[in-house]
């Protein structure tokens, strides 16, 4: 896919952070078309965490601007996120670890569509109408990872491989627009690393949510990205297709290395 002729779902523009005398981020400016799969890479301190911190409202831009829909993110409480349409996945988990797949999920679900505290108490009109879709859409993502034969489990019984799937699942939960997977392939074995890129894409396709990854897999990044960016010591020296960027000489110096300098 490309973002030719496409208004930006995300646009980053010019944003810096600086952490006391360190800049962590200095002028990163990129967007992200609807549809899109989108990598972020770079080596260990390039800023990809920064800026991803950025995104999820958890760091302030100390310059710059991030706009989601045309919508600037710097007024939005961290709170609103879900709401607007942006989800998240972590490199550490932050799953509830004493609650079941199925709950973890439907807290996904309630994060957007939420009939509010006191009318669940009491009861109200639009409550079962709230409930009846979360219970609809938590059987869907059931289905959709591989998760029914667990569904009754508490996640912290569950392989590290599958509470990532009920991570990504609660994400989806909330029908995000845009969906951020900070390093989705950490910790994963062999077997689920290759099939990981065909869930990526197929949550895409499925569900028609754009995603942007942080990852350190290249060849996952390579193999599923629409579109590659690359941070180093705070700056973007790339941005392209993963051809493009395979061949640029300040990625191939700065992290990629020699043999991935190959042709596509």
């Not at 208004?7 to 549809?35: E, N, T, W, Y």
């Not at 845009?178 to 077997?191: K, V, Y």
């Not at 949510?209 to 290249?218: D, F, P």
């Not at 990205?225 to 297709?241: C, H, P, Q, Y």
Request: net charge neutral.
């Amino acid at each position: 896919m490309n973002d030719q002729g496409d208004k930006p779902l995300l646009k980053v523009d010019g944003v810096s952070v600086r952490f006391g005398g360190i800049l962590a981020l200095d002028g990163v400016s990129f967007s992200v078309a609807p549809g899109q799969i989108c990598g972020l890479i770079g080596p260990n301190g390039a800023g990809k965490s920064t800026l991803f911190n950025c995104l999820s409202r958890i760091y302030e831009c100390g310059g710059g601007s991030i706009a989601f829909e045309g919508q600037p993110l710097s007024r939005l409480p961290r709170h609103r996120m879900a709401a607007l349409g942006i989800g998240r996945t972590f490199q550490n988990l932050a799953l509830f670890r004493t609650m079941t797949v199925t709950e973890n999920i439907l807290v996904g679900c309630h994060s957007r569509y939420h009939a509010g505290f006191l009318r669940t108490m009491l009861s109200l009109p639009g409550t079962r109408k709230v409930e009846d879709f979360a219970a609809t859409r938590a059987d869907e993502l059931l289905d959709f990872l591989d998760l029914r034969g667990v569904a009754d489990r508490v996640v912290a019984d569950l392989p590290f491989g599958t509470q990532k799937r009920v991570e990504l699942g609660r994400a989806l939960a909330a029908r995000p627009k845009l969906l951020l997977l900070d390093e989705p392939a950490c910790g994963l074995n062999h077997q689920e690393l290759e099939s990981l890129g065909e869930l990526i894409r197929a949550v895409r396709d499925r569900f028609g949510v754009t995603v942007l990854l942080v990852e350190h897999h290249m060849s996952l990044v390579m193999g599923i990205s629409d579109k590659v960016v690359v941070l180093n010591f705070g700056r973007k020296i790339a941005e392209g297709t993963p051809a493009a960027v395979r061949q640029h000489p300040e990625v191939i110096q700065a992290y990629l290395g020699g043999e991935h300098a190959q042709p596509a």
